[in-house]
Nanobody
Framework: QEQLVESGGGLVQAGGSLRLSCAAS????????FGWFRQAPGREREFVAA????????RYAHSVEGRFTISRDNKEIKAYLQMNSLRPDDTAVYYC????????????????????WGQGTQVTVSS
């Protein structure tokens, strides 16, 4: 059983919006930080955004700050990534991940901190 499942990807024109969702099957994930990462063709996977378990700490990559918004719903055990003003260079496979470090209050941008990963959802932005 997959523990993290992303949805909401698709094809959108530049300037458009998409909302990605990440659903967790393990209710303990409500107590852990979530992160979003992306990987464009021919490039390494990179950090996009992260949110602490309480949502008090939020971090964004500079390239998406002001355009993307990360949020979470701990009752539904879901994380979201609202993406506005999309650009062709936002085209990538987007992955959500969970940092299962006990008592973690962080919103880390370091991939190696994340223990669980979804399969990814494709986002394609046309010019």
């Amino acid at each position: 059983q997959e523990q993290l499942v992303e949805s909401g990807g698709g094809l959108v024109q530049a300037g458009g919006s998409l909302r990605l969702s990440c659903a967790a099957s393990d209710r303990t994930f409500a107590g852990y930080p979530f992160g979003w990462f992306r990987q464009a063709p021919g490039r390494e996977r990179e950090f996009v955004a992260a949110i602490s378990s309480s949502a008090r700490v939020i971090r964004y990559a500079h390239s998406v700050e002001g355009r993307f918004t990360i949020s979470r719903d701990n009752k539904e055990i879901k994380a979201y990534l609202q993406m506005n003003s999309l650009r062709p260079d936002d085209t990538a496979v987007y992955y959500c991940a969970v940092d299962a470090t006990p008592m973690s209050a962080m919103a880390s941008d370091i991939q190696s901190r994340y223990d669980y990963w979804g399969q990814g959802t494709q986002v394609t932005v046309s010019s």
